[in-house]
């Protein structure tokens, strides 16, 4: 038996404001204002537990989704939709989810596929809501994906690319730079004062760097040197007039003057310095009298994340002014002190993290059972509170094998809501920051004063300005789209359209377009790629009107590269390689429309005549089984086109269009195809080098009583599948990998009782190695925790 006790910060929260001294009208009006917009921002919070750190493909990536509360850091109980996409390198979706997360939780995955392009990828996760707030508080994890075989199918454009991928990639590595941050935002003549800094390379990874600090008139009046997190600070009392230069030197001996921001001839100089148990705030002030910012009396105000307000009004004495503030006023996490006028216009400020070590702990027991004709451990979990009380939550567990020991989970729910979810700047890792045996708590101050709060300010928030409000929380799907009379060009307004879903979630629907032609189908409920069919009367003319789909085109899908960021493996074709249509491009892409097209072509190769009671449902079954020398990936086996493409001609009725609208066409309004597979396809130049396919529509007295049928496939819910191990499934040698990190085990609802406690079973692989236990996961009343432990396996 395996007892191990894992100490876990968590997050508490308490909420009861208190204020040094009696602040008056304007600090009450100041709370009830932040308290009201951030009540009406409801601000949200995503992390997802990835069970591993590297993938290849053929692999799945499994996850589980915790959505919180962006203030009290509580699951979010309301039921909403959560979106997750799967970025590569070079822009390109991937993948996608979406996912219905209820009571703050949610699971799903990525099957990898086999001729997944080998590279850096990104996977982002966010809410419509979110949406009101920009894309640097969507939540973001970036990784590496493997895949050798990648090299034998690359296209040629995208090894160039991954060339020069990786030049720029040395570029931004040697790009150092260094920023200086004085505490409170500006320094003022004749006041001391603290001047953190940072320096990092163009990736954001820290950068050892040491200089001086140059008085122009008398020489070197400070020295400095970063820590190994890449930040530090230094004294300075800034004198009249005087612009002070940083000479800074970097690794290999390379040496830059940077100028040191412009000290404020009057100004308020704001100091804060933390112990156990209080918050010491120190305001100095230079404003003379006369000056609109003079003022005897000084407003001090701290919050976290919107909540838990504290401060007071505090006396000027010959221009200092201090205050002191219970850490208890505040839960962990970053708080913002900010200081005003006693008009409550803000002239300072700056962040300090709380830490309370409250900690959760875990208490793992493991032993080794045989059950049936397999061994297995069997993990029991005890969860408590820092005082021993149990903990009711859900967490999520994931057991990965290495040969050696893992590489650290440079992500978790701890550091990533605690920090980076409220400091968007920053893309690396933050961990480290919270592990009491790094002894990192100056360092964690600097990093707090190298950042600013951002997700409001306090000019918004005194003036009531509440930001514009486009996307609304949803927790049902919709389906909506335009019917279009063509002869006219726009939308048909009080136009019926029916709709069929053909799966699992069957059903029909009726519903009639708005005054500019549009229709919904909402509070829809269907799961995976379902089958659409649309359907609408025929217009008086009988001829059928035009239904256009609305895709809700992402955008933001572009990789910046970062601290987790590797140089892309593959920069040439492989020995095997051989042309490969689409490889690497999205399985979400659709084809353009391209220009109109001659009309007069001659005799085609074949021509396919479609009778209006054809029993084929679609035009791609039409193509495959009546087309000649057409495969099942609509492409001619001879002809290939000099642009490099496999892809025939589409054309209806002389115009141009793309594969998608073409297999869109309903086969009644067909009357016949016309194939140029061989050298009669010259007539359309080198767009029909690799053949053309034209269609065309009957005659209007041909088409009575046919409605317009249009076939969609559309994606729901995503089901979650069931784990099954890489021990299994891998087939790889472990010399193609930089990294082989094997998943035996993954849980994604670990619900601990009243008593705190839950027990599940893990398959012992058979394989000598390293098993490292993660887990992380939320209470239900209290707290975030993450933990995880080794055992060495031995066959």
């Known amino acids: 038996m395996i007892r191990i006790a894992i100490i876990i910060t968590i997050l508490g929260l308490s909420l009861m404001p208190g204020y040094g001294q009696e602040a008056g009208a304007p600090l009450r009006d100041a709370e009830e204002k932040l308290n009201s917009y951030r009540s009406f921002l409801s601000p949200q919070k995503i992390y997802l537990h990835q069970n591993k750190n590297r993938y290849s493909a053929g692999d799945i990536i499994w996850f589980k989704l915790y959505l919180l509360d962006g203030s009290k850091h509580m699951p979010d109980t309301t039921s909403t939709n959560v979106y997750v996409d799967l970025i590569s390198s070079n822009g390109t979706l991937m993948g996608k989810r979406v996912l219905l997360a209820e009571n703050g939780v949610a699971e799903g995955d990525f099957n990898l596929a086999r001729n997944l392009p080998d590279g850096n990828y990104r996977m982002r996760a966010y809410t419509n809501w979110m949406r009101n707030f920009g894309e640097e508080y969507y939540y973001s994890s970036y990784f590496y994906i493997e895949n050798p075989g990648y090299a034998d199918i690359i296209p040629r454009a995208e090894a160039r690319a991954n060339r020069r991928f990786n030049r720029n990639l040395d570029d931004m590595e040697e790009a150092f730079n260094i920023v200086f941050f004085p505490e409170g935002g500006r320094m003022v003549e004749g006041v001391p004062g603290r001047v953190a800094f940072r320096a990092f390379d163009g990736l954001g990874n820290a950068v050892d760097a040491s200089g001086e600090v140059i008085d122009p008139s008398s020489g070197v009046v400070a020295g400095f040197e970063t820590g190994s997190t890449g930040t530090g600070s230094f004294e300075l009392t800034p004198a009249a007039g005087t612009r002070y230069t940083a000479r800074v030197s970097f690794r290999g001996g390379r040496s830059r003057d940077f100028e040191l921001p412009e000290a404020l001839p009057e100004g308020v100089a704001l100091s804060v310095d933390q112990d156990n148990d209080n918050l010491h705030v120190n305001v100095t002030s230079t404003y003379r009298n006369g000056h609109p910012h003079f003022s005897e009396e000084v407003v001090v105000i701290g919050h976290s994340r919107g909540t838990a307000l504290s401060g007071g009004l505090a006396q000027y004495q010959n221009g200092k002014a201090s205050m002191t503030i219970p850490v208890n006023d505040f839960p962990t996490g970053i708080t913002q002190i900010t200081v005003f006028t006693p008009g409550m216009t803000p002239l300072a400020e700056r962040l300090v993290f709380v830490n309370h070590d409250d900690a959760l702990v875990f208490y793992p027991e493991v032993s080794r059972q045989e059950v049936g004709d397999r061994d297995y451990y069997i993990l029991g979990v005890d969860v408590t509170d820092k005082d021993g009380n149990p903990v009711e939550g859900s967490f999520s567990l994931s057991v990965v094998q290495t040969r050696d020991k893992m590489q650290e989970m440079e992500r978790n729910i701890l550091s990533e809501i605690l920090i980076n979810s409220d400091l968007p700047g920053i893309t690396g890792p933050t961990h480290k920051y919270l592990d009491p045996e790094m002894e990192l708590e100056e360092a964690l101050d600097n990093l707090m004063m190298t950042n600013g709060w951002r997700r409001f ?119 095997d390689w051989e042309r490969t249509a689409g490889a690497g491009s999205s399985p979400y892409s659709d084809m353009p429309d391209d220009a109109a097209a001659p009309q007069q072509y001659g005799v085609p190769d074949q021509t396919v005549y479609i009778e209006r009671d054809s029993k084929q449902p679609n035009m791609y079954d039409i193509l495959v089984t009546r087309v000649r020398g057409l495969n099942h ?122 008593n705190g406690r839950v027990t599940t079973a893990v398959p012992v692989s058979g394989k000598s190695g390293i098993l490292t236990f993660i887990i992380e996961g939320t209470g239900l009343e209290k707290g975030i925790g993450y933990g995880h432990f080794t055992i060495e396996e031995k066959p």
């Open 457 to 575: 300010t306090w000019e918004d928030v005194l003036a009531g300005e509440i930001p514009e409000i486009e996307y609304l929380p949803s927790s049902t799907l919709a389906v909506s789209g335009t019917a279009i009379d063509l002869s006219r060009d726009r939308g048909l307004p009080n136009f019926p359209v029916m709709m069929e879903i053909v799966g699992k979630d069957n059903g029909d629907f009726e519903t009639k377009t708005n005054n500019h032609g549009r229709f919904v189908f909402d509070n829809l409920v269907f799961h995976d790629d379902v089958r659409v069919r649309l359907s609408t009367d025929r217009l008086v003319s009988n001829r059928p009107p035009r239904l256009e789909l609305e895709t809700g085109r992402l955008t933001g899908l572009d990789y910046v590269a970062n601290v987790y960021t590797l140089p892309q493996d593959i920069t040439s074709r492989g020995s």
């Open 633 to 754: 990936n609509l492409q001619f086996r001879g002809p290939t086109s000099v642009t490099l493409s496999n892809q025939p001609l589409f054309m209806l009725d002389g115009t141009e269009i793309g594969q998608s609208a073409f297999l869109n066409l309903d086969p009644r309004y067909v009357q016949r195809l016309e194939i140029f597979s061989g050298p009669r396809a010259s007539v359309f130049g080198v767009r029909g080098a690799a053949g053309a396919i034209l269609a065309y529509t009957r005659r209007a007295g041909d088409m009575e009583d046919v409605v317009t049928v249009e076939e969609y496939l559309i994606q729901g819910y995503h089901s979650p599948r069931e784990f099954y191990s890489d021990l299994v499934s891998y087939t790889r040698s472990e010399d193609e990998l930089r990294v082989m990190e094997r998943a035996v085990h993954w849980e994604p609802n670990l619900i601990t009782d009243e």
